[in-house]
């Protein structure tokens, strides 16, 4: 069946890269998405990929698709404490449909 | 594990009347719930945040007469959609944080179509 898969956690330093990786057994994706929740709030888009796309930067976030081994990662570059929150990995499917990740937080050390 | 249902998971409805649909969160309990719709092709757009025994927060451009949201229980949120449109046929889908907040549950999504 279809299944989105993340780690649960990650910490990282001030300064240093966030690589947050997800991986996903469906083949018939189109988009694959990167959402920010952060405290209490809801999810916000941060960033997608389009399925025959490899990567695609955008300021300080790198996304990177290995298609053939459904692997997604996100780079945050220069990680500050405002990164700090979960982030999701989703697709969708050609019928529209949307499976999420259950999400890593992210935690950011001084 | 814990389970958020949405009901119903498709409908079809004429111009002008009114759709409501269901998010529930099973076996366990939840303050607030997220509402989201998706277009064709598009990503999932945060349109409010129901809170039990409050008023619904809405994001901004999302109009909240139009998109009626009742926290009716700590289990039950519903998002009404009247007068519907043509244009308000998308993918609605609802999610509920866990009970450590480190985990976010979401429902299956509820396709509307408005003919």
């Known amino acids: 069946g279809e299944d989105v898969e993340q780690s649960l956690f990650l910490s990282v330093r001030e300064g240093d890269s966030s690589v947050i990786n997800c991986t996903y057994t469906?083949?018939?994706?189109?988009?694959l998405y990167w959402y920010k929740q952060e405290p209490g709030a809801g999810l916000q888009l941060l960033t997608y990929?389009?399925?025959?796309?490899d990567m695609k930067q955008d300021q300080r976030l790198t996304v990177l698709l290995n298609k053939k081994d459904k692997h997604l990662s996100l780079r945050i570059a220069d990680t500050q404490t405002g990164d700090s929150a979960i982030y999701f990995c989703?697709?969708?499917?050609?019928?529209?449909?949307?499976?999420f990740g259950k999400g890593t937080r992210l935690h950011i050390l001084p | 594990g814990a389970v958020v249902s949405q009901h119903p998971s498709w409908v079809i409805c004429k111009s002008g009347t009114s759709v409501k649909i269901e998010c529930r969160s099973l076996?366990?309990?939840?303050?607030?719930m997220f509402w989201y719709r998706q277009f064709p092709k598009q990503s999932l757009m945060l349109m409010a945040t129901?809170?039990?025994?409050?008023?619904?927060?809405?994001e901004q451009g999302v109009e909240k007469d139009k998109f009626l949201i009742n926290h009716a229980s700590l289990t039950l949120s519903t998002l009404t959609v009247t007068s519907a449109h043509p244009e308000d046929s998308s993918f609605y889908i609802c999610?509920?944080?866990?009970?450590?907040?480190?985990?976010?549950?979401f429902g299956p999504g509820t396709r509307l179509l408005v003919l």
């Open positions: 999610s509920a944080p866990g009970q450590s907040e480190e985990t976010q549950y």
């Open positions: 469906d083949s018939s994706s189109t988009y």
């Open positions: 990929i389009f399925s025959n796309m």
């Open positions: 989703a697709e969708t499917l050609w019928d529209d449909k949307i499976i």
């Open positions: 076996d366990f309990q939840a303050t607030t």
């Open positions: 129901s809170n039990e025994g409050s008023k619904a927060t809405y």
